[in-house]
Structure formats: structure tokens, C-alpha cells
Nanobody, 122 residues
Framework: QVQLVESGGGLVQPGGSLRLSCVAS????????MGWYRQAPGKQRTLVAT???????NYADSVKGRFTISRDNAKNTVYLQMNSLKPDDTAVYYC????????????????WGQGTQVTVSS
């Protein structure tokens, strides 16, 4: 129904920057909320940032002032600009979408991407 494909992860030194992208495709009527979550080894998946269709954003305290989430509604794409990266930011980053789809009936469902690895290390 909906596929989310992330890109932009990689290895970066502390203090560096990365930009993640996530493109949603499929039988999408609208995407209500898009967001980024992350999961470090041995830890639970946690919220990084979310953005609703109107542009209102929400961030985890640990990334406020360093990360910026944005979206292009026309392209069904969400971005995460990550600056001043720290080793503690190392994790697999997952894209999330709360979308209304039509497959014979209208349904509002949650979808996840496959994840992209971000490693912050010198």
C-alpha cells in the first residue's frame, strides 16, 4: 500500500552533518504525520522528530537545536537535517508515516521504512 524508502545515512565524524530523506509512494490519499525514529544497539526505538502536514514540528529534547525536520508535501518526502552530530546519535534511523490510503476503502494506517544506519565516530 505505502512504501517508505530512506536514504542519506552513513559514517560521519563528531560535529559533522548528514541529511536523511524519505520518500513515500503507493496508494496515498494524504500523509497526516511524517517522522523519524531511531534505534541504537540494545535500546528501544525512540522518537527523533515529527512533522504534520501543516508544518508543525516536534523534537526529542536530545536533538533540539541540532536537527531540523521538514517535508515536501507535493513529493511525499520528509527530510532530517542533522548538524553537530554526536557519537550518541549513532543508530538506525527509521522513517514513519501516518497515512490515509485507498484500496477499495479509505483507511488510516502507520507505515515504517527499512531504516538507514547513521554512525558518528572519529
Amino acid at each position: 500500500q505505502v512504501q517508505l524508502v530512506e536514504s542519506g545515512g552513513g559514517l560521519v565524524q563528531p560535529g559533522g552533518s548528514l541529511r536523511l530523506s524519505c520518500v513515500a509512494s503507493g496508494s496515498i490519499i494524504s500523509i497526516n504525520v511524517m517522522g523519524w525514529y531511531r534505534q541504537a544497539p540494545g535500546k528501544q526505538r525512540t522518537l527523533v522528530a515529527t512533522i504534520i502536514s501543516g508544518g508543525l514540528t516536534n523534537y526529542a529534547d536530545s536533538v533540539k537545536g541540532r536537527f531540523t525536520i521538514s517535508r515536501d508535501n507535493a513529493k511525499n518526502t520528509v527530510y532530517l537535517q542533522m548538524n553537530s552530530l554526536k557519537p550518541d546519535d549513532t543508530a538506525v534511523y527509521y522513517c514513519n508515516a501516518d497515512a490515509t490510503v485507498y484500496d477499495g476503502s479509505y483507511r488510516r494506517l502507520e507505515y515504517w521504512g527499512q531504516g538507514t544506519q547513521v554512525t558518528v565516530s572519529s
